[in-house]
C-alpha cells in the first residue's frame, strides 16, 4: 500500500491493541504502543530512500529486504531498542509485540497488489504480488478514515477498528471472488492461456490484464465486467546478440529485468547509435506503456545514455536519456 494508508493502518492497529485490558487502562503505556505501531507500520519502506540515488537501486532494491523475514524480525527489536532510550518504563513486551505486529502487517498487506514484496527472502528473491487491490483503494482508505473520525466520536477505539477490520477482511474475499472471475473469463475467451497477471485499478470495476499464452502476449482490461484487448504480441526471447548482451549489463536494464515478469523487447540501428527498449506489460495507462528500460549504446557497444522507471510520455522519456550521465 502507499504512505498514507499504512499510517492509519499505524493508528488502527495501535487501536486495536486497546482491546488487551493491561492497554487499555495504561495511558503511558498506550501511547507507547501507538507510537510504536506507526513506526512499525512505516520502517519497511524507508528503503524508497534509494529513489534518491536512482531508479535502478530503488526497483532492485525496493520491497526487497526490507520487507524480508530477517527484517520483520529486526524491525521491531531496532524501533524498541530506540524507544527505550527516549521513553519512560514500561510494559517493553507488549510494545514489542504490537510493534512486530504492525511490521509484520506492512509487509502481510503489500504482498495484495501488484508490485508485490520478496517477503520470503532470503528462502527465495521470488516476488510475491497477488494483484487484488491496487496500491492505493479508495475503499480501504475511506474505512480507515471513517473509523478515525469515529474515535474523534468517542467511539471505542478497540471495538471500532475490530469491526473496520472486519469489513476490510470481507472486501478482500470479494476482491479474490472478483479475480477468479476475471480469470475465468479470460480463460473462456483466448486459448491456450498460460498465465494472467492482474493489475487492479483504484476503480473497484476496473482491471489491468497481462496475459500470457505459449507464444504471444496479450495486453487487456476489465471494465464493467467486459474484457477488452488492448494490444498483442508476438514472445521473442533475448536473442544472444552483441547488441543485447552489452544492453543487459546495464545497472538499469539488469534492475528492470530482475523485476518485470512480463515485457516485450525492441532493439533499433541508428546512424551513430544503437538503442534497445524493454517494455512492462503490466502498465499501461491511456494507451502508453508507462513503466520501461532503454540503454542507447554507441558503435563500440559502449553505453551512452540508459534509464529505467515510469514515464508517461515519449517526450518525457528522451529527455531524461539526454540528462541521463554518459
Known amino acids: 500500500m502507499e504512505t498514507g494508508t499504512h499510517v ?10 486497546s482491546l488487551d485490558p493491561a492497554i487499555a487502562h495504561d495511558p503511558l503505556l498506550s501511547r507507547a504502543v501507538l507510537i510504536g505501531t ?25 520491497r526487497g529486504i526490507t520487507h524480508s ?6 524491525w521491531p527489536l531496532l524501533i524498541v531498542g530506540v524507544m527505550t532510550a527516549v521513553y519512560p518504563e514500561t510494559d517493553w513486551f507488549r510494545v514489542w ?10 509487509v502481510f498487506v503489500d504482498i495484495f497488489n501488484a508490485y508485490g514484496t520478496q517477503a520470503l527472502r532470503p528462502f527465495t528473491k521470488k516476488w510475491i504480488a497477488l494483484g487484488v487491490v491496487h496500491t492505493f483503494d479508495p475503499i480501504i482508505f475511506v474505512l480507515h478514515l ?21 469489513i476490510i477482511a470481507a472486501y478482500y474475499v470479494l476482491r479474490f471472488r472478483q479475480q477468479a472471475n476475471i480469470k475465468q473469463l479470460v480463460r473462456s475467451t483466448i486459448d491456450g492461456v498460460t498465465e494472467i497477471i492482474t493489475v487492479p485499478t483504484w476503480r473497484p470495476r476496473e482491471w489491468h490484464l497481462a496475459i500470457s499464452t505459449s507464444d504471444e502476449f496479450y495486453v487487456a482490461r476489465i471494465k ?22 552489452a544492453a543487459k549489463r546495464d545497472e538499469n536494464v539488469a534492475a528492470f529485468l530482475s523485476f518485470s515478469p512480463v515485457y516485450r ?12 527498449r524493454f517494455t512492462d506489460l503490466r502498465y499501461r495507462s491511456k494507451g502508453y506503456y508507462s513503466f520501461v528500460a532503454v540503454v542507447q549504446l554507441d558503435r563500440n557497444l559502449n553505453i551512452v545514455s540508459s ?7 515519449e517526450g518525457r522519456l528522451r529527455k531524461k536519456l539526454e540528462l541521463a550521465p554518459n
Open 8 to 17: 492509519l493502518m499505524g493508528v488502527a492497529l495501535g487501536s486495536l491493541a
Open 38 to 62: 506507526l513506526a512499525g507500520s512505516q520502517a519497511p519502506d524507508i528503503d524508497t530512500i534509494l529513489k534518491l540515488h536512482n531508479n535502478a537501486k530503488y526497483i532492485r532494491n525496493h
Open 69 to 74: 523475514i530477517p527484517s520483520v524480525i529486526l
Open 97 to 106: 509485540l504490537w510493534t512486530f505486529i504492525a511490521v509484520a502487517f506492512h
Open 146 to 166: 471513517l473509523g478515525i473520525g469515529g474515535l474523534l466520536l468517542g467511539a471505542h477505539p478497540g471495538y471500532t477498528f475490530f469491526t473496520i477490520y472486519v
Open 224 to 245: 464493467r465486467g467486459r474484457l477488452l484487448i488492448l494490444d498483442r504480441f508476438q514472445k521473442r526471447p533475448l536473442p544472444d546478440h552483441p547488441v543485447m548482451n
Open 265 to 276: 523487447w525492441e532493439m533499433n540501428e541508428y546512424d551513430d547509435h544503437y538503442e534497445v
Open 307 to 313: 534509464y529505467t522507471g515510469w514515464i508517461f510520455s
